[in-house]
């Protein structure tokens, strides 16, 4: 599904140049779990963004489905964006003074579904995490494990063929992470392919079918 071939990508400070991503190739296959592993400031989350679209290589390709995502414009990662990958964020990333339902309901508007499509498609994704009783409660009412669920069904209301999770249980206590991670594994069994980046090798080895890991910008298995 996803293909990485000698991907660059170099950031310019001062007069000193950093390698986020150093000649990176890899393949993750459809409907796998792959973890990426690495401390703060290896290049995992500058994957994640390449992968996302939220970023552009400096050099090499990068193959989703066969198509060359690293030459789109600004408008082609956002359809592929919107069409192609679901983003769980460590830090949720909610609008805290809206409601789950609202939060998960966002993302349907810019693809173009009516109000009652959107009503009917985040009820149903909520439901598939759990939160079926939590829909009207606002986000700030909710606990850490509550709001990334609400996280989580927001990147799935789309029916994203990818979700690319950024240290989605970083924020969350031992008992709250293992419910988490239960939901990516199902999500998993029911066909998705699912990239997540972490620091923590234990968690990526609790979940995960392959395990890549990042030092420097080089990743290696």
Known sequence: MITLISVNKTYTKGAHQIVASNNISCHINEGEFVAVVGKSG????????????????SSGKILFDGTDISSFNANQ???H???????????????????????????????????????????RALEQVGLGD????????LSGGEAQRVAIA?????????????????????????????ILQTLKAKGKTIIMITHDQEIA??????ILTIKDGLLSE
């Open 42 to 57: 290896s290049g995992k989350s500058t994957l994640l963004n390449l992968l996302a679209g939220l970023d552009t290589a």
């Open 77 to 79: 990662y956002a359809a």
């Open 81 to 123: 964006r919107l069409h192609n990958i679901g983003i769980i964020f460590q830090s949720f990333n909610l609008i805290f003074s809206k409601t789950a339902l609202e939060n998960v309901m966002l993302p349907l508007i810019f693809a173009g579904y009516s109000k009652s499509e959107r009503l009917e498609k985040a009820k």
């Open 134 to 141: 939590r829909m009207q409660h606002k986000a700030n009412e």
């Open 154 to 182: 927001r990147a799935l209301v789309n029916d994203p063929k990818v979700l690319l999770a950024d240290e989605p249980t970083g924020n969350l206590d031992s008992t709250t992470t293992m419910e988490i991670l239960q």
């Open 205 to 210: 080895g609790q979940v995960a079918d392959r």
